[in-house]
């Protein structure tokens, strides 16, 4: 079946650091990738996604490449601030799937 | 003008207890899906609805009942609640004909079974 295998936290950053949070999968055809964000106390929110191999994600200075050779979709941020703080779990769709199969999440603190 | 809206947003009961969470979008989407989130923030489905028809269905013990009185609404009930049902209930809509059609979440309703 689908999974996601991501990077375990937690993560903890100064403001301005580098942000890379590992992601793979693994699946069957071609899924679709997605990154979403959990800020404290809220539900998920779509950060980025990607639908076919090469696309990248973009959004909040957040990136994403879906990477068909390596099955990854690593997310990164070049300069996080405080309120990045939060918890951001990548996900596939697989193409013949409705449902979203996650990764465990990675929770993210950024100190000023 | 919430998309995914979700009732109630705690819910403290006893063990033992029978109670509903109730889900609702207005966002034109023909298909619903309950996730829970355990202690750790990990995230699995459990149900969901396509057009009032079930059409995933977990490995989820059947104290736990969706029902979808219509495409907007997707409620779930959950009867004899025991202590490992504490969690956090995300409901989620949307339409999935697009590859990556994203899925939008309500706010979610923790759950804590005393």
């Known amino acids: 079946g689908n999974s996601v295998t991501q990077m375990e936290g937690p993560v903890t950053l100064s403001e301005e650091a580098f942000l890379t949070i590992n992601c793979t999968y693994t699946a069957t055809g071609y899924p679709s990738l997605f990154w979403y964000v959990q800020y404290p106390g809220e539900g998920l929110q779509l950060l980025l996604k990607?639908?076919?191999?090469?696309d990248k994600g973009s959004n909040k200075g957040f990136e994403a490449t879906y990477r068909k050779e390596t099955t990854s979709f690593h997310l990164e941020k070049g300069s996080v601030q405080v309120s990045d703080s939060a918890v951001y779990f990548c996900a596939l769709r697989g193409s013949n799937d409705y449902k979203l199969s996650f990764g465990a999440g990675t929770t993210v603190t950024v100190r000023a | 003008d919430t998309a995914v809206s979700q009732t109630p947003k705690y819910l403290v009961t006893q063990m033992g207890n029978d109670k509903s969470i109730k889900c609702e979008q207005n966002?034109?989407?023909?298909?619903m899906y309950w996730y829970k989130q355990d202690s750790k923030k990990f995230l699995k489905i459990m149900f969901s609805y396509n057009n009032k028809e079930l059409i995933i269905n977990e490995t989820v013990p059947n104290r736990f009942s969706p029902k979808s009185p219509d495409k907007a609404h997707l409620n779930l009930h959950i009867n004899s609640l025991e202590l490992g049902d504490s969690a956090v209930y995300f409901c989620a809509s949307n339409s999935p004909g697009a590859r990556g059609e994203t899925q939008y979440f309500g706010p979610g309703t923790r759950l804590l079974v005393l």
């Open positions: 990607a639908t076919k191999a090469d």
């Open positions: 966002l034109g989407h023909d298909t």
